[in-house]
C-alpha cells in the first residue's frame, strides 16, 4: 500500500550495427553484448529487482532476463539484460527496440 508504480524508464534504440538510443528517459546507457544480446543501465536506482519490463522489437521476438542461449540473468536495481530473438529462436540485431521498466524508484 502506498507504493508508487509508474514507468520509471524506457528506452528505444538502434540494435543493429553501432547501437545507440533513438530516445530514452532515465537511461545511462546501453552496451551490445553480442548478436541480439544488450545491457541496459537506468541512471535512476529501482526500489528493487521486482519492476516489471516490456518491450518489442520491428523484426523480432524479446527474451527478459535471459541471453540468447537462455541462461537467466537477474536483473540489478540499475540495469537489466536482455536478448532478440528469430521467432525460430536464433538471435538477432533488430532495427528498433524499445524497452520499458515500470516499478517503485528508490
Known amino acids: ?9 524506457w528506452g ?15 537511461m545511462s546507457s546501453l552496451t ?6 544488450y545491457s541496459l543501465q537506468f541512471s535512476i536506482t529501482m526500489a528493487n529487482i ?21 541462461v537467466h540473468i537477474a536483473p540489478t536495481t540499475t540495469a537489466t539484460t536482455f536478448c532478440t530473438l528469430e521467432y525460430n529462436t536464433a538471435a538477432m540485431d533488430a532495427v528498433r527496440v524499445c524497452l520499458c521498466i515500470v516499478g517503485e524508484v528508490a
Open 12 to 26: 528505444y534504440f538502434n540494435g543493429s550495427g553501432t547501437v545507440a538510443f533513438y530516445d530514452s528517459l532515465n
Open 32 to 37: 551490445d553484448l553480442g548478436t541480439g544480446e
Open 1 to 9: 500500500a502506498g507504493e508508487r508504480k509508474v514507468v520509471a524508464a
Open 50 to 70: 521486482n519492476y516489471a519490463q516490456y518491450g518489442g522489437t520491428n523484426a523480432c521476438r524479446l527474451s527478459l532476463c535471459h541471453d540468447h542461449n537462455g
